[in-house]
C-alpha cells in the first residue's frame, strides 16, 4: 500500500508545487481545499485544475464560510481593501488563524485516511508579516497535532510538511519546474481577476520569482 | 469596556457551566456552536436556548459539515454504532481532532472580536480517553494559537480557558448549581433523543455526578 499525504491545496503557486514534492517523495496525493469565502473563487476553479492534472482520486472542497461570517481580513471581508503596495506589520490580507484552522482540518482528514503526512507550502522568506507562516507556528501546530489524534496516544505519527519555508519564490519555481508542476494552471492574483493584475503585493512577488529563476511565467497578465 | 469570552457552546453540562463561570468571572459572553454533523440537531437547539438564557449578544452557529464527510466517529457516522458501555482505550465516539478544531475557530473569532479568553468545558478526569480532552494537549494549543495569531506578533495573548480540566462530574454540577447554571436547558445523551436513554456512555456520567452532588437531574429521561 503506498503512503498518503494530504495537500492543503489553494490553487496558488506554493501549494501547487507542495503536490509536485509531495508525488516526487513517493506520496498518494489527496488535495484538501478551503473555500473561505474568498472574494473570489478563482483559487477554487484552479485547485480543481491543479488535481485534475495530478490524477488524484480524491479532491475535499471544505466551505468555510465562518471565516467569511468574522471578517477581519481584507481577503475576506468587502468593508477592507486589499493594499496594492507592501505594508507594514502583519498586512489586511492577513486571515485570521488560517493556517491553523486548515492545518486543524486538513490533520483530521489525515488521521481518518492514514495519512502520515500534510503539505502546506508556506513560506517564512515570503510570508510578509503573516504570524501563522513562521517555522516557530509550524512546530508548535505540528505537536499540538499529534497530542489532538489518535497520533498523540498510538504514537502514529503525523507530520507537517513545510517543504517551501526556508524557500524564496525563485528557489520554489526553479524546484517546482524541475519536477514539471503545471504552473499555467495556478492563481496569485489577490483580485482573483482571470487575468492577473501585475500590481498587487503577491502578484508582484510571483512575477520576480519567474524573473530571478530566469523563466517566463506562463499565467496572463492584463 | 467590558472583556469577552468565547465560549465553545455544546448545549451539553459542562459547555453549559462554562458559561456560568465566565460570566461569573466578569465576562461578556461571546458563545460558538459548531454543527459537526451530529447524527441530531438536539444539541444545536439546546446551544441556542442557553445562549438565550444568558442574554447573549450574538451567538455563533458554525456548520462544519466536512467533520461528517470524512466520518471516522460513531457521533458523525451512521455506518459506526454508538456502544451502550464504556470501551477501552479511544472510544467509537472520539470525533477525529475535534477541539483543536473548535478552538482552532473560536481563536479565530476571538481574535476579531478582541476577547481575551476561549473557554472550552473538556474535562481530563471524564476525558473517557480522549486525546484531545487531556491538559497537555491544552497546554499546547494555548501555545499554537499564540503564536498562529496576531497575538504571536502584538502581545495581546488569548488564554484557552478550562475550568473543568480537573473537575469531576460532581464537582463540575456542585459548581454550577452554586452559580444558577441552567441545567434544565441542556442535553447529554448520546443519542439525542428528547427524553435521554439514560443509558449511553453520557448519560450515566451524567446521572452519577447529579447523584454525587446530592441533587436531582431536571432533564427527563424515558
Redesign the interface.
Known amino acids: 500500500m503506498s503512503k498518503k499525504a494530504v495537500i492543503v491545496l489553494s490553487g496558488g503557486l506554493d501549494s501547487t508545487t507542495c503536490m509536485g514534492i509531495a508525488k516526487d517523495a513517493g506520496y498518494e496525493l489527496y488535495p484538501i481545499t478551503f473555500h473561505y469565502g474568498q472574494r473570489h473563487n478563482r483559487e477554487v476553479e484552479q485547485a480543481v485544475k491543479v488535481a485534475e492534472f495530478y490524477g488524484v482520486a480524491d479532491h475535499?472542497i471544505?466551505?468555510l464560510?465562518?471565516?467569511k461570517?468574522?471578517?477581519?481580513s481584507a481577503l475576506t471581508d468587502e468593508k477592507i481593501d486589499v493594499p496594492e503596495t507592501a505594508e507594514e506589520?502583519?498586512p489586511s490580507t492577513?486571515v485570521?488563524?488560517?493556517?491553523?484552522?486548515f492545518l486543524?482540518?486538513a490533520?483530521?482528514?489525515a488521521?481518518?485516511?492514514g495519512a502520515e503526512a500534510v503539505y502546506t507550502g508556506v513560506s517564512a522568506v515570503d510570508y510578509s508579516?503573516y504570524?501563522?507562516c513562521?517555522p516557530?507556528?509550524i512546530a508548535?501546530?505540528e505537536?499540538?497535532?499529534n497530542?489532538?489524534?489518535?497520533?498523540?496516544?498510538t504514537g502514529a505519527r503525523i507530520q507537517i510538511a513545510t517543504p517551501l519555508i526556508d524557500k524564496t519564490k525563485k528557489e520554489t519555481i526553479e524546484w517546482g519546474l524541475t519536477l514539471g508542476v503545471p504552473y499555467e494552471l495556478t492563481t496569485s492574483c489577490y483580485n482573483g481577476l482571470e487575468e492577473a493584475c501585475g500590481v498587487c503585493d503577491s502578484c508582484q512577488l510571483r512575477l520576480k520569482g519567474f524573473r530571478e529563476a530566469g523563466s517566463e511565467d506562463p499565467i496572463i497578465y492584463r
Do not use: C
Open positions: 475535499r471544505v466551505d464560510d465562518f471565516l461570517q468574522i471578517g477581519g506589520g502583519i492577513y485570521p488563524a488560517r493556517n491553523m484552522i486543524s482540518l490533520s483530521a482528514y488521521e481518518v485516511i508579516g504570524p501563522d513562521r516557530e507556528f508548535s501546530m505537536s499540538t497535532v497530542l489532538a489524534t489518535k497520533a498523540g496516544v
